[in-house]
């Protein structure tokens, strides 16, 4: 069936840093990929997204690119900020089947 | 425009009592999910709806029932709450199986 697989933490990292976590999946078909961040005590907030392979979602300098060819889809950040401090989730939607698909989440916290 | 809304924010049960956790959103989206998010467990499905009058069981079913009477609101029901009902429940909706989910800000529900 359909999953998706992420790295797990938590992570750690200090102000400026580099930050990449690991996202792999399983799909039967063509499915549309997604990256979810959650701030302490809030719902999810879709952080960014591609649709098909190849394609390179981005926002707030956050970056994840659609491979196909190693079913990944990695989140990127070159310079993290303690604002950044938040767990994220990978998450997978087949466009078969009514239901999305996450991973348990990455906690990352920044340290200044 | 409001997105997704949910209703109480906070609340305290006590074993067997019952309550109804209300969603609402104002973007017309056909989709409609529930989950509940517990420590190391990351998001688990309760229950979806497809479109008004639809209801479908998710990953964790049991002890929860829903309905979805009009399109904009997906209710949640305990009948009889358990500890084991402890959580923060999510609801989420979107417009089609290619799209993102839009979740809402979260009911955090203690069961004593």
């Known amino acids: 069936g359909d999953s998706v697989t992420q790295m797990e933490g938590p992570v750690t990292l200090s102000e400026e840093a580099c930050l990449t976590i690991?996202?792999?999946?399983?799909?039967?078909?063509?499915?549309?990929l997604f990256w979810y961040v959650q701030y302490p005590g809030e719902g999810l907030q879709l952080l960014l997204k591609a649709t098909k392979a190849d394609d390179k979602g981005s926002n707030k300098g956050f970056e994840a690119t659609y491979r196909k060819e190693t079913t990944s889809f990695h989140l990127e950040k070159g310079s993290v900020q303690v604002s950044d401090s938040a767990v994220y989730f990978c998450?997978?939607?087949?466009?078969?089947?009514?239901?999305?698909?996450f991973g348990t989440g990455t906690s990352l916290t920044v340290i200044p | 425009n409001a997105g997704v809304t949910q209703t109480p924010k906070f609340r305290v049960l006590k074993t067997g009592q019952s309550m109804t956790l209300l969603c609402a959103q104002d973007?017309?989206?056909?989709?409609m999910y529930w989950y509940r998010q517990d420590p190391g467990m990351g998001l688990r499905l309760i229950h979806y709806?497809?479109?008004?009058?639809?209801?479908a069981k998710g990953e964790v079913p049991d002890g929860y029932n829903v309905s979805r009477l009009k399109k904009q609101n997906f209710l949640l029901g305990l009948e009889s709450a358990a500890p084991s009902q402890t959580s923060v429940y999510f609801c989420?909706?979107?417009?089609?199986?290619?799209?993102?989910?839009?979740f809402g800000p979260g009911t955090r529900l203690t069961v004593t």
């Open positions: 989420a909706s979107r417009m089609g199986l290619v799209a993102e989910q839009y």
């Open positions: 709806s497809v479109g008004e009058g639809t209801t």
């Open positions: 973007m017309n989206h056909e989709y």
């Open positions: 690991n996202c792999t999946y399983t799909a039967t078909g063509y499915p549309s």
């Open positions: 998450a997978l939607s087949a466009g078969t089947g009514n239901q999305f698909y």
